[in-house]
């Protein structure tokens, strides 16, 4: 069965970090291309970042370019996304999401189950 | 990196069709066939509907389907049932600034 299993989340003050993870399973992870995508409560599907298969490729939503990192560990099958200097509008749910095919921008066909991100002091 | 155009809203009834509307620009829906569309129930993961404009993937029913003429895309769902209820989004590439994907604001489909 494709899966993918979030994990990382919780609540951290302004200004912090925390690093967010995504466990693959089912799928020859390096052949595609992964993306992050965030809801914040109550609100709309915002896509933050992606990287190709290889992870030689990154791509960033201007909100979070230069404060997040977007990495991939193919021998571990896991995606991660490093989110530094984080602010109160960061505060969502991540999704993971394999794309289609091997370019990002396909489609999303499998999703994680989300993990949750609280910026507040 | 404007969102997409959604309309906020459409409702249905049963065995009844609807279209949801998705307008952009030339520089994403109407430049590129990279159009997808998700399907969101509450607390739950989205769920592709429609990729590359107008392909479903295995699975989905076929009472789904999507198009576009121009700058804005369709996603037409036939034959409503109760558990089509639900949000849709739809996405593009884009190539303004960096590549990058651009969603629309979300439609809540109301299944009278």
């Known amino acids: 069965e494709v899966q993918l299993l979030e994990s990382g989340g919780g609540l951290v003050q302004p200004g912090g970090s925390l690093r967010l993870s995504c466990a693959a399973s089912?799928?020859?992870?390096?052949?595609?291309?992964m993306s992050w995508v965030r809801q914040a409560p109550g609100k709309g599907l915002e896509w933050v970042s992606a990287i190709s298969g290889s992870g030689g490729s990154t791509y960033y939503a201007d909100s979070v370019k230069g404060r997040f990192t977007i990495s991939r560990d193919n021998s571990k099958n896991t995606l991660y996304l490093q989110m530094n200097s984080l602010r109160a509008e960061d505060t969502a749910v991540y999704y993971c999401?394999?794309?289609?095919?091997?370019?990002?921008?396909?489609?999303?066909?499998?999703w994680g189950q989300g993990t949750t991100v609280t910026v507040s002091s | 990196q404007s969102a997409l155009t959604q309309p906020a809203s459409v409702s249905g009834s049963p065995g009844q069709s609807i279209t949801i509307s998705c307008t952009g620009t030339s520089s994403d829906v109407g430049g590129y066939n990279y159009v997808s569309w998700y399907q969101q129930h509450p607390g739950k993961a989205p769920k592709l509907m429609i990729y590359?404009?107008?392909n479903r993937p295995s699975g989905v029913s076929n009472r789904f389907s999507g198009s576009k003429s121009g700058n804005t895309a369709s996603l037409t769902i036939s034959g409503l049932q109760a558990e089509d209820e639900a949000d849709y989004y739809c996405s593009s590439y884009t190539s303004s600034s960096t590549p990058h994907v651009v969603f629309g604001g979300g439609t809540k489909l109301t299944v009278l």
């Open positions: 590359e404009v107008s």
């Open positions: 999401a394999k794309a289609y095919s091997s370019s990002f921008f396909h489609g999303m066909d499998v």
């Open positions: 089912g799928f020859t992870f390096s052949s595609y291309a």
